[in-house]
Each structure stands twice: as C-alpha cells, then as structure tokens.
C-alpha cells in the first residue's frame, strides 16, 4: 500500500533528508492517497504533466522537476514549481528566468551534474557549472536561487561503484558551496538517490532522495506518450 511504503521509506529518513514521491505516469488518485498519508513533495519528469496534476490536486503539494526541461516548456510549470533539479545549461537557466520574472517570482533551482559511467544522462560537468556561475549571465539573473545539486548514479548492482559516483557529487557540492556559495544560506541541497539506490545516497549525504517505484509500484510506460 502507498501509505505503508512512504511511511517505511520516512522511517530509515535522517532528519536532514527529505522523500520526493517521484509519481510520474502515475495517476492524481495515487498521488492523493499519497497525500493523505502527509506526502507533500512529488517529482514529475514532463511539463504538461506536472501542470496538469499541479491543477487539480491541493496547492500545498511542492513540485519537484526532476526531468530534462526543453528551454520551451519551462513557461507550463514556472508559475508553480517549487525546485528545478534538472538545470543543465546557461541557456535553460535564462529562459527560467525570463519566466520567473513575467511570474514575478524567484525560481529554486539545482545544477544537474553527469556523475555516471552511462552516455545517456543528462548533466554538466564542474567546469561547465563553474562557467555558469561566472558568467556575466548569471551575475545579473534577480530570479533564480541555486540550492544545490543533483545527480543520477549509473544503474548497477555495483554498489562500490553507485558510492563512489555519489561521493563525488558530494564532493562537487562542497567545492560549489566554497567557491561561489559560501555566504549562502540557501546552497544546501544534495538531491541523489532512487528507489534502489537512496540508501546508499543518504550515507554519502543526501538532502533530497526521489523515491519512485518503491512507493507507487513499477511503472508501466505501455503505448509511448509524447513528450509534453
Ligand atoms: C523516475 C526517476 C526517479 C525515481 O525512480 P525509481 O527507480 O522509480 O525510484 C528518480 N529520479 C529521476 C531523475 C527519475 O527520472
């Protein structure tokens, strides 16, 4: 049961880390139950989605994007999300915000860095992250707020190797939160761990686990939806 399962996951939870409810495909009767049980923070992957549910389920809920985000799809959400994960380039990072601005709000974001063996994953490196940071771009951005960081360790039953890609986005945290945030209250956040892996995320420091499968049961992504 959903109440069962975020209640075990919270159980093991330092008090320093949190549980996104990752509820993508999943459906708004789920995400309630989910509610009920006193879940507030669901992560999702696709815009027209996210503001979809985010329309009709209660406005107390935080919404996490956890995807890749298409610079052109980033106007769906700014008027509610409550942190970006996913910030992978200068460019995403303006067109948020621009949005910001016309919501007359200031956007949380977390730089998503590539800390897996695998080609496929999304995410910078610490110099690119470090050219963003210096740039004049960014200086001038009155609606971001940089929160962390984020990352998605290789898909392995290497335990070692999961540990040790989780370390080093730690690591990539501390030297950020020294070089460019270390008068910032804000720069907290580590956000690494999925249903198989968020133990060992938390060992190495995770603020921010996003816990899918293990709460909502696997998915079954059937008849393939375009992005939205
Ligand atoms: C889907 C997803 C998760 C959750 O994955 P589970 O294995 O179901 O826990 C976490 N993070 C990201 C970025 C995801 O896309």
């Not at 330092?14 to 708004?28: D, F, G, N, Y």
């Not at 990072?93 to 621009?98: F, R």
């Not at 335990?159 to 690591?171: C, D, K, P, Q």
């Amino acid at each position: 049961m959903i109440k069962d399962n975020i209640l075990k996951i919270k159980s093991t939870l330092p008090p320093q880390t949190r549980l996104i409810a990752v509820s993508k495909t999943k459906p708004v009767e789920m995400i309630q139950e989910a509610y009920d049980a006193g879940q507030r923070l669901f992560g999702e992957n696709k815009a027209l989605e996210m503001r979809d549910k985010h329309e009709v389920l209660p406005k107390d809920i935080e919404w996490h994007f956890i995807g890749h985000l298409q610079t052109n799809k980033v106007k769906y959400i700014a008027p509610f999300v409550s942190l970006i994960h996913s910030i992978d380039s200068l460019q995403l990072l303006q067109t948020v915000e621009k949005e910001a601005v016309k919501h007359d709000r200031i956007i949380n974001c977390l730089l998503q860095f590539h800390i897996a063996t695998e080609e496929t994953k999304f995410g910078l490196n610490l110099q690119e992250a470090q050219a963003i940071l210096n740039s004049d771009e960014y200086k001038a951005m009155q609606h971001i707020r940089i929160c962390g960081v984020m990352g998605m360790a290789t898909n392995t039953d290497n335990t070692t190797l999961v540990r040790n890609e989780f370390a080093s986005l730690r690591a990539i945290f501390e030297t950020l939160k020294k070089n460019y945030f270390i008068d910032s209250d804000n720069f907290l956040d580590i956000s690494m761990g999925m249903s198989h892996d968020y133990q060992i995320a938390i060992q190495e420091g995770a603020t921010l686990v996003r816990v899918g499968s293990f709460i909502f049961g696997a998915r079954n992504y059937g008849v393939p939806v375009n992005d939205v």
